[in-house]
């Protein structure tokens, strides 16, 4: 049936390393792919996000990026600091909304 | 804080019964989406209130109901609850900020089947 593929499921880095999480989709008719943390015990939060008809998109430390045709997409996260390791959620979002399975990310002091 | 409101925020019960979540969405906001999270399952899409009206469908079972009022709070109507039921639920509201579209999460109701 129609999903999210989210990869890795738990990813530990040091602090100051990148950290990058990849989603796949397959329903072509998602066209809003947005990035969601959650913290242990709290609600997912919006984090960054990227529409189909754009190939990257970067706020400070944090990107995505959008292969519309591979369908697939990516989170990343530059000069990790202690304060990002929590789940990170991917979605694709069209006329249904999916999400992937989380990724849990530790950054070590 | 999102401006998403739930109740009650921890729920207690036995296989079988029936329980009802509610959500308040933030001030404006139409839509109402709920979520399920399981440690498993990850977050679940279960159904989405516009207005009112159901405007989307996720893995949400039949034992399961949702409806939105006119005052667009919305409430989530779990029946003959199994072990399985134990989740996280989150409600949601949507609108549209400064990056575009954006959904708000509400604190979530911990619901455990015992």
């Known amino acids: 049936g129609e999903n999210v593929e989210q990869h890795p499921s738990t990813l530990s880095v040091q602090e100051g390393d990148s950290a990058v999480i990849k989603c796949t989709y397959s329903?072509?008719?998602?066209?809003?792919f947005p990035w969601y943390k959650q913290e242990l015990g709290k609600r997912p939060q919006l984090i960054i996000d990227i529409r189909s008809n754009v190939g990257e998109k970067k706020d400070q430390r944090i990107a995505v990026t959008l292969n519309k045709t591979a369908k697939h997409f990516s989170l990343h996260i530059t000069e990790t600091q202690p304060e990002d390791s929590a789940v990170y959620f991917c979605?694709?979002?069209?006329?249904?909304?999916?999400f992937g399975t989380g990724t849990s990310l530790t950054v070590i002091p | 804080d999102s401006g998403v409101t739930q109740t009650p925020k921890h729920l207690i019960t036995a296989t079988g019964q029936r329980v009802t979540l509610r959500c308040s969405p933030r001030?404006?906001?139409?839509?109402v989406y709920w979520y399920q999270q399981s440690l498993d399952q990850g977050l679940q899409f279960l159904i989405q209130y516009y207005n009112g009206e159901e405007r989307a469908k996720g893995n949400i079972l039949e034992r399961f109901s949702a409806q939105q009022f006119p005052d667009l709070h919305s409430e989530l109507n779990l029946s003959s609850l199994e072990l399985g039921d134990s989740a996280l639920y989150f409600c949601a509201s949507s609108a549209w900020g400064d990056r575009g579209y954006e959904q708000y999460f509400g604190p979530g109701t911990r619901l455990t089947v015992t």
């Open positions: 979605a694709a979002i069209g006329n249904q909304f999916y």
């Open positions: 329903d072509s008719a998602s066209n809003y």
């Open positions: 001030s404006g906001d139409l839509s």
